[in-house]
């Protein structure tokens, strides 16, 4: 459980979190300070107290609308991603698929909005949180399997290049078009049920060429950079179909 390695860092146990939560119920704003202050997310809530993402937001934008996502600052995904967890990885892979080939490529198309930076993307949203200590904990990433990572924009960079590599490998060409053409006023439950199924296959060996992999990644990338930049989500993966089909 996230919240279990992110509060033990912090020398407090679920039970008393848990027990601050239910001595505290009628007094939201003092547990989004709380949680503010110490840089506990939704999630941890959720999985602290027993409830529901949806109901941990409803319950602080009930006080304040501004609140319903003011607590999901991991900086890669906001989400339970459970299963689909290990898609998040480093990009180790070389050639037209590395970190600088795809930089290349994405970089330029992001600088050239008016709107978006580029570097600022993979640097912390909260540094006073992230980079106290030099490192990133699992609880400031938003997923387990990874801790205590040096606090760099080049570790976020690749791990988002990685895990989009991962993500774009795991769909067959069926699976794609359906999800590339899945109408934008469809029923999100329909698209998340679709997109789950398709990322829990075991991905057919050699689906996409490297070039075609490759521009399917930069594609993919510059639209989630973009969004990124416009919308309100802290985790630069939150709108990727990973984010999109665990929210």
Do not use: C
């Amino acid at each position: 459980m996230l919240a279990e390695k992110y509060l033990t860092d912090l020398g407090i146990t679920v039970e008393q979190a848990n027990d601050f939560i239910n001595a505290n119920i009628g007094d939201p704003e003092k547990i989004f300070k709380t949680a503010s202050e110490l840089g506990v997310t939704t999630r941890m809530l959720s999985e602290i107290s027993g409830y529901s993402r949806n109901s941990v937001q409803k319950y602080f934008a009930d006080i304040n609308p501004d609140w319903s996502k003011l607590l999901d600052k991991s900086k890669l995904v906001n989400s339970d991603l459970g299963s689909l967890e290990d898609i998040v990885a480093f990009n180790a892979r070389e050639g037209i698929l590395s970190n600088a080939s795809l930089r290349a490529i994405v970089k330029p198309k992001i600088d050239s909005l008016d709107y978006a930076s580029y570097n600022e993307t993979f640097e912390s949203s909260f540094p006073d949180l992230q980079l106290k200590d030099g490192l990133y904990t699992s609880g400031e990433l938003g997923v387990e399997h990874i801790d205590d990572i040096e606090a760099t924009s080049g570790n976020i960079e690749s791990l988002f290049y990685g895990t989009l590599i991962n993500m774009l490998s795991t769909l067959d060409e069926s699976e794609f078009d359906q999800i590339i053409t899945f109408p934008d006023n469809g029923n999100s439950e329909d698209f998340q049920t679709l997109l789950l199924a398709a990322l829990k296959e075991l991905p057919t060996p050699i689906v996409w060429s490297d070039e075609n992999l490759a521009t399917k990644v930069t594609d993919e990338a510059v639209n989630i950079l973009k969004k990124y930049w416009t919308d309100d989500l802290f985790g630069i993966l939150d709108h990727s179909y990973l984010g999109l089909a665990t929210v």
